[in-house]
């Protein structure tokens, strides 16, 4: 099975077919999508300005949706890296139990659904990279009350995610579940009564 790197370099081939070149793209998501499969695909079109289902789209445009993503991807895996050496410090000094931001960080290892948006049309719009640094940052720092991806402030408790985990708090502006460990207790806690709210109205 190809890599990731292997694959950007089938989409860079000018010398490949162009439907061959789109696929390969599209198998990149399969080793790196933010914000699972089919909601990063649709951003790298958006951005890119060809269709979700243009099966011959401008080779520029598609080197363009896949720049984006390798940026992305380059900001995600140096986090990782620090990520481990951090972990490799921690257990060094004796803290063996890891902390929420651990357990969030094992369901997204590799990138995949880190920022995870369930309707594959509502995501964030700004580039993937700022993205993930924004994201990033919030995991560096105290959890705030806010989606650390866009700024919004309106939070909502979703069932039934086809992630894992499939409850959560989502961003009702920008759409990405909210990672747990970058939010304060009362911002879980308003996010899950407004759920409340929403089912008993």
Do not use: N
């Not at 880190?114 to 509502?122: F, I, K, L, T």
Request: aromatic share 8%; with cysteine; glycine share 8%.
């Amino acid at each position: 099975m190809a890599g990731f790197r292997s694959l950007a370099r089938q989409v860079r081939d000018p010398r490949s077919d162009l439907a061959l070149r789109r696929y390969s793209l599209r198998k990149c998501l399969e080793r790196f999508a933010p914000y699972g499969h089919r909601a990063t695909w649709d951003h790298l079109c958006s951005r890119a300005g060809f269709g979700p289902e243009d099966r011959s789209p401008d080779p520029v445009r598609l080197v363009a949706a896949l720049d984006e993503l390798e940026e992305a991807r380059s900001v995600w895996l140096a986090y990782e890296v620090d990520f481990a050496e951090r972990r490799r410090k921690e257990k060094h000094d004796g803290l063996r139990s890891p902390g929420s931001i651990d357990d969030w960080h094992r369901l997204t290892w590799g990138g995949f659904g880190v920022a995870w948006c369930d309707d594959p049309r509502v995501h964030p719009r700004e580039p993937l990279a700022e993205v993930l640094r924004r994201l990033i940052s919030a995991l560096e720092h105290d959890p705030g009350a806010g989606c650390p991806a866009c700024g919004g402030a309106r939070l909502t408790w979703k069932y039934d995610l086809d992630h894992e985990p499939s409850t959560g708090p989502v961003c009702t502006h920008c759409g990405i579940l909210v990672p747990r460990p970058v939010l304060t207790a009362e911002a879980l806690a308003d996010a899950r009564r407004g759920r409340l709210l929403l089912v008993s109205a």
